[in-house]
T-cell receptor, first 114, second 115 residues
Framework: AQSVTQPDIHITVSEGASLELRCNYSYGATPYLFWYVQSPGQGLQLLLKYFSGDTLVQGIKGFEAEFKRSQSSFNLRKPSVHWSDAAEYFC????????????FGKGTKLSVKP | NAGVTQTPKFQVLKTGQSMTLQCAQD?????MSWYRQDPGMGLRLIHY???????DQGEVPNGYNVSRSTTEDFPLRLLSAAPSQTSVYFCASSSLTGGENQPQHFGDGTRLSIL
């Protein structure tokens, strides 16, 4: 069965520092991969997605993620974090086909120090 | 273009009461789903639908019913609320075009407390 692991429950970084959030997935075929962000009291907003092609994908708000098949990873990165990036981040994997179900990781909460 | 609209935003129920959480989307998406979000658990799929008249169970379906009579609406029913159903509920929708997982669009959530 598919699964998604986000090893870090909570990460704190200083404003202006670089960020990497880890995501590992378990899936037999080429997965569809997503990163979502959730601000407090809000729904989830799509940051970026990977379907195929270039393994480095760019998203909104200056985020990028790299798909590494050999490591079953899809880590999210940002070169310089802003205070407004403080939120919870979710990695998700989908299997495509005739239904659109996604499997979500348990999330990583990002705090940003001034 | 409203996207995915959930009502109500907050609700408090007593154990044993019933209620319906409403979800509507205006993007003509075939796929709609309900998740519950609990601290440290991420989002868990309750039920989903790939079109009008078609529904199926997700990971945690017990205690919940759904129906899909139109493309736009996908209500979630709690027939007899239990404290374990205290959670934040999210509705999401996506296109099923091309056999690929398309990004899901989320509502703002319903915060439900069962006393």
């Amino acid at each position: 069965a598919q699964s998604v692991t986000q090893p870090d429950i909570h990460i704190t970084v200083s404003e202006g520092a670089s960020l990497e959030l880890r995501c590992n997935y378990s899936y037999g075929a080429t997965p569809y991969l997503f990163w979502y962000v959730q601000s407090p009291g809000q729904g989830l907003q799509l940051l970026l997605k990977y379907f195929s092609g270039d393994t480095l994908v760019q998203g909104i708000k200056g985020f990028e993620a790299e798909f590494k098949r050999s490591q079953s990873s899809f880590n999210l990165r940002k070169p310089s974090v802003h205070w407004s990036d403080a939120a919870e981040y979710f990695c998700a994997v989908g299997e495509g086909g005739s239904q659109g179900n996604l499997i979500f990781g348990k999330g990583t909460k990002l705090s940003v120090k001034p | 273009n409203a996207g995915v609209t959930q009502t109500p935003k907050f609700q408090v129920l007593k154990t044993g009461q019933s209620m319906t959480l409403q979800c509507a989307q205006d993007m003509n998406h075939e796929y709609m789903s309900w998740y519950r979000q609990d601290p440290g658990m991420g989002l868990r799929l309750i039920h989903y639908s790939v079109g009008a008249g078609i529904t199926d169970q997700g990971e945690v379906p017990n205690g919940y019913n759904v129906s899909r009579s139109t493309t736009e609406d996908f209500p979630l029913r709690l027939l007899s609320a239990a404290p374990s159903q205290t959670s934040v509920y999210f509705c999401a929708s996506s296109s099923l075009t091309g056999g690929e997982n398309q990004p899901q669009h989320f509502g703002d959530g319903t915060r439900l407390s069962i006393l």
